[in-house]
């Protein structure tokens, strides 16, 4: 089966742009996340869904950033008056059941941001 | 605030011999921790899970030991050849949903 894909993977936008990532993760997977890895640097988690609903936003690096996720699949992270420090490869990535023991997450190939 | 530590930024070692990478983390008590393998400009794809209460996990050429005392985990990789080279991140559940990775390691298995 597919398993998870982001688009673009691609995204080269001018400073003060507003873009948006989107995120099709792996079918029956009731858990999403995103994550942001700047060159050299390790992941840094976002955001987490559990079906629709994001029980925590904390880990959103400003309030230019927003996410939602539509029908337990699909997920859109937004960013608004993108700043040069927002390029990143942002990475999502889903897994079978949150609460488990066992929560392997499956990753997409990320969507690689420049912001001029 | 939570801190993962990984070992050197990059290790280089020769085909053959068993790689190790270290895990160090800080002010949490995780119910597991995760290994991941990453390549290129590519996400990472999951290898091995241990949880607390396991000192020790297998899968094929890789082991992983889990000591809560220490707030350490080893990852090995015995027999390392040159497709093992890739970066290698661990990952901890600190809760509330959150899972934190280390910044990772570096591996390159010289022929």
């Known amino acids: 089966g597919a398993g998870v894909s982001q688009s673009p993977s691609n995204k080269v936008t001018e400073k003060g742009k507003d873009v948006e990532l989107r995120c099709d993760p792996i079918s029956g997977h009731t858990a999403l996340y995103w994550y942001r890895q700047s060159l050299g640097q390790g992941l840094e988690f976002l955001i987490y869904f559990q079906g629709n609903s994001a029980p925590d936003k904390s880990g959103l690096p400003s309030d230019r950033f927003s996410a939602e996720r539509t029908g337990g699949s699909v997920s859109t992270l937004t960013i608004q008056r993108t700043q040069q420090e927002d390029s990143a490869v942002y990475l999502c990535?889903?897994?079978?059941?949150?609460?488990?023991?066992?929560?392997?997450?499956?990753f997409g190939p990320g969507t690689r941001l420049t912001v001029l | 605030s939570q801190k993962i530590e990984q070992n050197s930024e990059a290790l280089n070692i020769q085909e053959g011999k068993t790689a190790t990478l270290t895990c160090n983390y800080t002010?949490?008590?995780?119910?597991?921790l995760q290994w991941y393998r990453q390549d290129p400009g590519r996400g990472p794809v999951f290898l091995l899970l241990i949880r607390e209460n396991e000192k020790e996990k297998r899968k094929e050429r890789l082991k992983v030991t889990f000591d809560t005392t220490l707030k350490q985990s080893l990852f090995h990789i015995t027999a390392s050849q040159p497709a093992d080279s890739a970066t290698y991140l661990c990952?901890?559940?600190?809760?509330?949903?959150?899972?934190?990775f280390g910044t990772g390691t570096s591996l390159t298995v010289i022929p």
């Open positions: 990952a901890l559940d600190v809760g509330g949903n959150q899972f934190y």
């Open positions: 002010n949490y008590s995780p119910a597991y």
């Open positions: 990535a889903s897994s079978r059941l949150r609460g488990l023991s066992y929560n392997e997450q499956f």
